[in-house]
């Protein structure tokens, strides 16, 4: 079976390219807040799909993300068995230490599955 230019482009992607990143050309502080609702990753003891919404809000210090940078990073969980605690946790690492912003939350709400609804906050400040 043929792969697709996405599939490629998603298997291929790396987060560490520099071209990913882009220079903060503001000194003031603001907010720049994300929603990405259509995560998906897969449990890694039965292997069905978990989906979520991730929401990242931060405070950027000299650099900023580039949103379909950020768009193929999320989508690159999809072939993954990964918890919804170490998506999280992978994600806020991964953009904390890329951006080393001024303030950074993320927010992973994941669908209910099995009649539980997990919903995992990393907030900057409190930790």
């Not at 390219?17 to 449990?43: G, T």
């Not at 979520?52 to 969980?77: D, H, M, R």
């Not at 990964?82 to 994600?91: F, K, L, M, Y």
């Amino acid at each position: 079976m043929e792969i697709k230019y996405g599939e490629k482009e998603i298997l291929e992607f790396d987060i560490n390219n520099p071209e990913n990143f882009w220079p903060n050309e503001h000194n003031k502080n603001y907010i720049i807040d994300i929603e990405l609702p259509e995560f998906v990753a897969k449990c890694p003891r039965s292997g069905y799909p978990d989906f979520a919404t991730i929401k990242i809000q931060y405070t950027p210090n000299k650099s900023v993300i580039e949103l379909k940078a950020l768009k193929i990073y999320i989508n690159s969980f999809m072939n993954r068995y990964i918890s919804h605690e170490n998506s999280a946790n992978e994600i806020f690492d991964t953009l904390f230490s890329k951006l080393e912003p001024k303030w950074l939350k993320v927010i992973a709400d994941f669908k209910p599955r099995g009649n539980v609804h997990t919903i995992i906050e990393i907030d900057s400040s409190k930790i």
